[in-house]
Structure formats: structure tokens, C-alpha cells
């Protein structure tokens, strides 16, 4: 995975469209988007203060609303980035 910060290189991040991020949505396999990247939060969903089915509600697609309205933009920098969403 790729952790993001001013000096990431987005470019060389791997496509990933609604097909394959829709095969990630099991507790054991969790991928989201948010603003048109695909975080790859498995590690995170046990830990989750909202609880797992908060994350799994959006498993395997755009969570970006639901994220800007309860977290900071900050968080993303602690989140494995894993590509570019391919609408």
C-alpha cells in the first residue's frame, strides 16, 4: 500500500474499477473510495469508533459523502491508498 502525503506520486497508483472494487466487501476484505481513490481499510473495520457495519454499509463503493460528513480530510493521510477509482 501507498501512504498519501504532498510528496505521493498519484500517478503511478493502480486503475481499479467498479467491477474489481465490488469484489471487496466482506469484513475480512474491505476496499472504499473516497474522492476518487480506493483505500483498502480491512485493518481498520474492527477499530472503527462508528463499528463495522458503518464501513461495511459502503464496502465496495463511493463512501466519499458519508465520509466528509463525520471525518477530517487529515484521516486519509493514516489510510492505505491502494489506487485511482475508474468510473
Not at 469484513?27 to 483505500?39: H, N
Amino acid at each position: 500500500y501507498i501512504k498519501i502525503d504532498a510528496s505521493t506520486n498519484v500517478d503511478n497508483l493502480q486503475n481499479i474499477d467498479q467491477t474489481e472494487l465490488e469484489k471487496h466487501k466482506r469484513i475480512d476484505d474491505v476496499w472504499l473510495v473516497i474522492y476518487d481513490k480506493v483505500y483498502d481499510v480491512t485493518d481498520l473495520i474492527n477499530n472503527h469508533p462508528g463499528g463495522t457495519d458503518s464501513i461495511l454499509n459502503y464496502a465496495g463503493r463511493d463512501a466519499t459523502q458519508i465520509f466528509e460528513s463525520v471525518h477530517s480530510k487529515n484521516l486519509l493521510g493514516q489510510m492505505k491508498v491502494i489506487g485511482n477509482y475508474i468510473k
